[in-house]
Nanobody, 121 residues
Framework: QLQLVESGGGLVQPGGSLRLSCTASGFTLALDYYAMAWFRQAPGKEREGVSCISGSGGSTNYADSVKGRFTVSRDNSKNTMYLQMNSLKPEDTAVYYC????????????WGEGTLVTVSS
């Protein structure tokens, strides 16, 4: 059974840091065949792309709103993707979703359940 499980969300003060993880299981092909991405959905807003990383990890992209603050990485030996979030702002508050896609500009094939990040003092 294909599964993406996010972890690492929580409550953090403005200016703080969090690291999200997304662990994949049940994929027939090796995970490095797939790009992986982070999306987020804030209350009352549409889901938006945050970052994407290629199968090898050699190519990444970021939304303008998180450039310079967030870093995406992956460890294919652990079937895990990470999102290091620094200098967090209240507007980063959202449910963060992990996704698998064939390539970063392609459609999402699988979604995780999401993990809540709340940035508040």
């Amino acid at each position: 059974q294909l599964q993406l499980v996010e972890s690492g969300g929580g409550l953090v003060q403005p200016g703080g840091s969090l690291r999200l993880s997304c662990t994949a299981s049940g994929f027939t092909l090796a995970l490095d065949y797939y790009a992986m991405a982070w999306f987020r959905q804030a209350p009352g807003k549409e889901r938006e792309g945050v970052s994407c990383i290629s199968g090898s990890g050699g190519s990444t992209n970021y939304a303008d709103s998180v450039k310079g603050r967030f870093t995406v990485s992956r460890d294919n030996s652990k079937n895990t993707m990470y999102l290091q979030m620094n200098s967090l702002k209240p507007e980063d508050t959202a449910v963060y979703y992990c996704a698998v896609r064939s390539y970063c500009s392609g459609p999402v094939n699988y979604w995780g359940e999401g993990t809540l990040v709340t940035v508040s003092s």
